[in-house]
């Protein structure tokens, strides 16, 4: 969900736009034109750095002046989870699937402290969609959601609807670093070139410049890591938009058809232009990450590696089988949910909780503001 400041900015922009032909329609919300918007609430909220509870709650557009103005619509069903020719028993698992996913975002699902915390937020995956860890967890959740990766990973089909979700970065460049180097071809190694361009807080750049060497190791989130190793019929994802008009935006994803020498040609696999074929060239990329003191501007291709991906970035996907691989629980509102609700089957969920010090097995964070539910119908 965007934050709500994003949206009063658009409403100011129509205003203005719209003052020059109507005064009075400076009045009016938006400028007088309908404007439709989609959320759910139980998804993840705003990204608010160093946020709290409550000031991420607050950053949502149920809290901004606008709500008062939306006239609210629900959408009752899942159309994820619609599935045509499904037996009796598939129809009542889809049905408890479907409830359950409710439940989890909706924050009814019974809760238990596992060390003292004061609002109870464990919550007990049932068995059906619980996957146990062996000796190498990775491997296990790997096997799950590939099997038979050499001889099935050049199908379109086999690679569009499966992935592995977990929270962290670092996380996803270890499962996919491991499925790279399982699957065979040629590797090519694409690297960036990095250039410090901007301190904050006005420090001199002379100053505060780490080595070039310690930039390119930095993964920043929204930017593409420093070193891409790529092979042929790998899954990517794009992390710009490139160009809309070709469905070429920000999430859509593609399989590498050909390995240039400093741009890559995909074939897409989600959305309106599955089949086609578009190179894709380096770009200049800007970091925006509040964490780092200074500004890192990036020649790379705009891509990221997608066997596996953060669950933040999963948002929009749909997938015929989910792995969720949960090394550590969930740490915002709505990311577990968010997850589970990827699924466009009954059979397609599986959860491995591989949480260190595992006191509760089977049991996992689910956090959800509830208060963020107060101003909806
Ligand atoms: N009217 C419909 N008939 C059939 N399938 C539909 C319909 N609407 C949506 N779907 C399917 O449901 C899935 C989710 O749709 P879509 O991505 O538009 O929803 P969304 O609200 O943006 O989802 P989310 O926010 O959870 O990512 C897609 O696989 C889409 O094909």
């Avoid at 750095?49 to 619509?73: M, N, Q």
């Avoid at 049932?126 to 296990?140: A, E, G, R, T, V």
């Avoid at 794009?238 to 999430?251: A, K, S, T, V, Y």
Wanted: hydrophobic fraction near 35%; charge should be positive.
């Amino acid at each position: 969900m965007n934050h709500r400041n994003a949206f009063e900015a658009v409403d100011r922009t129509f205003r203005d736009l719209m003052r020059s032909s109507t005064p009075s329609l400076e009045e009016k919300v938006f400028g007088g034109k309908s404007i439709v918007l989609g959320s759910d609430f139980r998804q993840t909220l705003p990204v608010v750095p160093k946020g709290s509870r409550e000031t991420i709650v607050d950053a949502s557009i149920s809290r901004s002046y606008l709500w008062s103005h939306c006239r609210i619509f629900k959408l009752s069903i899942n159309m994820r989870l619609q599935s045509e020719n499904l037996n009796s028993l598939e129809i009542e698992k889809v049905d408890k699937l479907r409830k359950w996913i409710l439940d989890l975002g909706n924050g009814n699902l019974p809760t238990i402290s596992t060390c003292g915390e004061q609002e109870p937020t464990w919550i007990k995956i049932p068995d059906d969609y619980l996957l146990q860890p062996k000796n190498d967890p990775i491997k296990s959740i790997v096997e799950w959601v590939y099997p038979d990766l050499q001889r099935k990973y050049v199908d379109l089909n086999y690679l569009r609807e499966r992935c592995i979700l977990t929270p962290r970065n670092d996380c996803v460049e270890k499962l996919n670093s491991y499925i790279i180097s399982a699957i065979q071809g040629e590797s090519h190694i694409y690297l960036s070139a990095d250039i410090l361009s901007q301190t904050s807080g006005g420090s001199d750049i002379q100053d505060v410049s780490p080595p070039l060497e310690f930039l390119n190791t930095m993964i920043i989130s929204g930017l593409p890591n420093h070193k891409l190793e790529l092979k042929l019929g790998v899954p990517i994802m794009l992390i710009r938009n490139i160009n809309q008009r070709f469905g070429l935006c920000n999430g859509t994803r593609l399989i590498v058809t050909k390995l240039g020498v400093k741009f890559i040609q995909a074939k897409v696999i989600t959305g309106n232009n599955i089949g086609r074929i578009f190179n894709i060239n380096r770009i200049v990329l800007t970091s925006d990450d509040p964490k780092t003191s200074f500004t890192i501007t990036r020649v790379q291709l705009p891509i990221r590696i997608c066997f596996a991906m953060t669950i933040n970035k999963s948002q929009g996907q749909t997938l015929r089988h989910v792995g969720i691989y949960l090394p550590r629980p969930v740490f915002s509102h709505g990311q577990l949910y968010v997850a589970v609700s990827r699924t466009s089957s009954h059979y397609g969920l599986k959860i491995l909780i591989d949480h260190k010090d595992d006191e509760q097995p089977g049991y996992t964070q689910n956090i959800v503001y509830k208060e963020v539910f107060n101003n909806l119908p």
